[in-house]
């Protein structure tokens, strides 16, 4: 892992220390923990009642209630679990754009998150692309022992899904940070990604070039992900299509996030201290 | 089209394409790695859809740096446009001669000069145009046109084969046509005369090249009563000496042939013995840088004899007349109807066409003249004689009677008087006393019947000459009131002779023939016409340069505007609209 990024890693898990995870108000799932879950267990916060059933606790029966009703009433406490966030991140060769923030960024980024989620009480897992969906190592343990994230796939985000899915816990937290930037329609991507999910957050994290269009002149671009070129003439009229493009990408991404019930942010690499509170905003974190 | 102050400015235009080069280099396309082609599909799309390769683009600002410094650099020059109210009217006066065509095609003087005043046409602005074509006398191409462009068409009339070129002649016209406030442009192939030009704007400019040139200055063929003698001179007007070869030939016979090895301006005469019969001779020179002075023609000639019929009674005088007209040669073996007739009778003598020599009656004691002889030189029966040393007899009473012509004078006595007749006929009168003079025993007394005779004979109808130089006068007396010309190239021109005597319009070398009379008595004549003008065919004189001038310094500041102010004005408004569009770019180039 290259210095500048380790230093992310730790910048981010500093500023997370501020932060802790936003859990949703849905009921969650997971291995038993310190958060009331959605089905019974053992916890003291009484949840309703049942009949007696055989097999059931002899324990958990209510004898007040047998007393007025002469019926073997169960009471039922809601169960205590751990939450889970699923930090999905996109590592293919997009977001190592050179001579940007981008790279950093998505380190801090994810950093940050793990951070957050751990002062939430959270479990996490790391997530990243290459071929298919893979485990990023040591991803339980705090970012300052992550191991390398390999940036530079050659696989877009949604070719790393199609050909394997992360296994995303049920009823967790899940998060996606990426550029966004494949073709294609991605409701059902985002659709897949939401399927048993107690909530989905997409941040489309974009270097500052990305966000606004080259200057003017004679430039060729070169897609850093297919190496691709494009050698053009850039005017006024050329960065305004461009720009329309962007907002017509982002809004596709907005349409699909909002039928899917995800949220969606936006934010600039290079900018990424000032633009937190948009995290807040969209009930991502909130001060620890 | 202006004019250049300064050529050696135009070094500075380098700084035009080093420009470009800098933009260009600036502007080409810097690589730019992106996230993703994805938000440039419609570029791209269009692209594919159309062409692949794209030319580097300017901003406009490179444009305008282009433009300040283009000005900048045409302001170095110092430029000077003509005044439009100065122009005056151009008159070129073209040499017309046959040097002007030396040389091979493409390279001729004429082909030189055509191009040198293209230039000065394309130069500068004239109020009008006007051509002079400078030939044996000077002759108008056309009427004066206002644009170059109209000029074509006279140009085509510039042929250049005249034998000589009068520019002093046409120069003379310029002036007179426009009064001396012409510009009057040269286009020549030699330098001029003197090293002072005449008086005006004249502007000289020669453009010829000393070329190797052998030409025939001299041809002639002379009829004596054994054949004819032929006479050809070719000179090396080269300036060095060259070789060439000469060949005459009459048909397919080959008459002579030589190499001929000449130092410069030097001459080689071959006289040529034919016989009378012998039909056309034609000379001719290996090529060299003038082909038309290479040929040379001679047809037989005429022999013309005059039928003269003697009245003489004195029979010792009548005795002297046959000798002396046998010694001529020129006396027909008839005498009817007569030509001439030789009486003492004071009456004319008879026949539509006789011509009359009357001795008039001296007294027995005549006057022994002895001179001061008075003559008049200039009459044919004059041609050759000197009276000198000779004695003539003659009555010392006698006076010049009315309407008589005094030839040959004793002081106021009349010797020698003609008068001519309402027929047109000359009648001679000779005051001679055979016995008081010594004239008849000088060579004067033959000299003076030959060029009576010669004289008579000249009057009989056709050409009095065969061979003739081109250039030179070519009278013809027709048998009737037409004759038909048949020119070297076979086209044929009638010509309507209302007089005795017309000028046969020859403006070529070659062999005419001349036709005229009625079917029963037709006069058939062929006639050879040479280029021989050796100082036309003499290259080794022709050069390239220029004399004169249009005006002075002072005139050409006058008539010339300098347009440096607007250059800098234009060249100041494109620095502020660069320093305008850099504000408004905020420094981005």
């Known amino acids: 892992m290259k210095a500048p990024l380790r230093q992310s890693l730790i910048d981010g898990e500093q500023v997370g220390l501020r932060y802790a995870l936003c859990l949703p108000n849905s009921p969650m799932s997971g291995v038993r923990g310190e958060r009331l879950g959605r089905r019974a267990g053992s ?135 990426s550029d966004l930037l494949w073709p294609g329609d991605p409701l059902p991507t985002l659709r897949k990604l939401s399927e048993g999910a107690a909530s989905l957050h997409v941040i489309q994290l974009l270097a500052r070039t990305d966000a606004t269009a080259p200057e003017p002149g004679n430039v060729q671009l070169q897609d850093h992900e297919t190496g691709e070129t494009l050698s053009i003439y850039i005017d006024a009229s050329i960065r305004q299509t461009y720009r329309d493009t962007l907002r017509s990408l982002q809004q596709s991404w907005h349409n699909a996030c909002k039928q899917t019930g995800a949220q969606l942010t936006t934010l600039i690499a290079e900018d990424l201290g000032q633009s937190l509170s948009a995290l807040e905003e969209i009930q991502l974190l909130e001060p620890a | 089209m202006p004019t250049i102050t300064y050529p050696l400015a135009w070094l500075a235009a380098i700084s035009l394409p080093l420009l470009a080069a800098i933009y260009f280099l600036r502007h080409r396309f810097r690589k730019l790695p992106v996230s993703s082609l994805l938000l440039w599909q419609m570029q791209k799309e269009s692209r594919e859809g159309g062409r692949r390769f794209e030319t580097p683009k300017f901003p406009p600002i490179f444009f305008i740096e282009l433009l300040i410094l283009a000005l900048l650099v045409f302001a170095a020059l110092g430029p000077r446009w ?21 040389g091979p095609a493409g390279q001729q003087p004429r082909d030189e000069a055509l191009k040198l005043l293209n230039e000065i046409l394309a130069e500068r602005d004239f109020a009008s145009y006007q051509l002079i074509a400078a030939g044996a006398g000077p002759r108008l191409l056309g009427d004066t046109v206002p644009h170059p462009n109209q000029l074509k068409d006279q140009i085509s009339l510039w042929t250049c084969s005249a034998h000589a070129a009068d520019l002093d002649a046409a120069l003379a016209l310029a002036r007179n046509l426009r009064k001396g406030d012409a510009d009057v442009l040269v286009l020549t192939d030699h330098a001029p005369a003197e090293s002072d030009l005449p008086p005006g704007r004249i502007r000289w400019e020669a453009v010829g090249k000393p070329r190797v040139n052998f030409a025939f200055v001299n041809a002639a063929r002379t009829p004596h009563a054994a054949g004819d003698r032929c006479l050809f001179e070719v000179a090396n ?164 009677a ?120 037709r006069l058939r004549e062929s006639f050879a016409v040479n280029f021989l003008a050796g100082a036309e065919s003499n290259l080794s004189a022709a050069v390239t340069d220029k004399w004169g001038a249009w005006g002075t310094e002072e005139e050409v500041r006058y008539e010339y505007a300098s347009v440096l102010p607007y250059l800098i004005l234009l060249a100041l408004a494109g620095a502020l609209a660069h320093l305008w569009m850099i504000a408004r770019q905020r420094g981005r180039t």
């Open chain 2, 82 to 102: 003509q005044l439009p109210h100065t122009t005056r009217p151009l008159i070129v006066v073209l040499d017309d001669s046959l040097s002007m065509s030396a």
């Open chain 2, 237 to 400: 007007l080269s300036a060095s000496a060259a070789t060439n070869t000469l060949r005459v030939t009459a048909g397919q016979q080959v008459v002579y042939e030589k190499r001929l090895l000449l130092e410069t301006n030097r001459t080689h005469r071959v006289t040529l013995p034919v016989p009378a019969t012998m039909g056309t001779l034609r000379a001719e020179l290996g090529d060299d840088a003038l082909a038309g002075d290479n040929r040379a023609a001679l047809v037989r000639p005429r022999r013309r004899l005059v039928r003269v019929q003697m009245s003489v009674t004195d029979t010792n005088l009548a005795q002297l007349i046959t000798e002396t007209l046998a010694a001529t040669g020129l006396r027909a073996p008839t005498n009817q109807p007569p030509e001439l007739v030789i009486h003492q009778s004071d009456t004319l003598p008879a026949g539509r066409e006789a011509w009359g020599l009357y001795f008039a009656p001296v007294p027995e004691k005549s006057e022994r003249f002895t001179g001061p002889f008075v003559m008049d030189t200039t009459h044919p029966l004059t041609h050759g004689l000197t009276l000198p040393g000779i004695v003539w007899g003659a009555n010392a009473t006698a006076t010049n």
């Open chain 1, 43 to 177: 916890s003291v916060d009484f949840q309703d009642y049942r009949e007696y059933q055989p097999g059931d606790d002899l324990r958990h029966i209510d004898w007040n209630a047998y007393a007025r009703s002469n019926q073997l009433i169960v009471k039922l406490h809601r169960e205590e679990v751990q939450p889970h966030l699923d930090l999905i991140l996109d590592t293919s060769a997009s977001m190592n754009l050179p001579d940007t923030d981008k790279p950093a960024a998505l380190h801090q980024l994810a950093a940050l998150l793990a951070t957050a989620a751990a002062n939430a009480r959270c479990s996490q897992a790391l997530w990243m692309t290459g071929e298919g969906f893979q485990r990023v190592r040591n991803d339980t343990q705090p970012p300052g022992a992550w191991g390398e994230l390999p940036m530079g796939g050659a696989r877009s985000f949604e070719e790393a899904h199609g050909l394997l899915p992360p296994r995303l816990r049920r009823q967790g937290m899940r998060v996606i940070i």
């Open chain 2, 402 to 521: 009315p309407g008589h012509l005094p030839i040959i004078t004793a002081g106021n006595v009349p010797l020698v008087t003609t008068r001519t007749d309402r027929r047109a006929r000359e009648q001679v009168t000779l005051h001679f006393a055979p016995t008081q003079s010594t004239v008849q025993d000088t060579p004067q007394w033959p000299a003076l019947f030959w060029n009576l005779l010669h004289w008579r004979a000249r009057a009989q109808p056709g050409l009095p000459e065969n061979n003739l130089r081109l250039g030179a006068e070519v009278p013809y007396r027709p048998r009737g009131k037409t004759a038909t010309l048949t020119f070297p190239d076979k086209t044929e021109q009638q010509l309507d002779t209302p007089s005795g005597e017309i000028r046969l319009p020859v403006k070529q070398p070659g062999v005419y023939t001349v036709v005229s009379g009625a079917q029963t008595n």
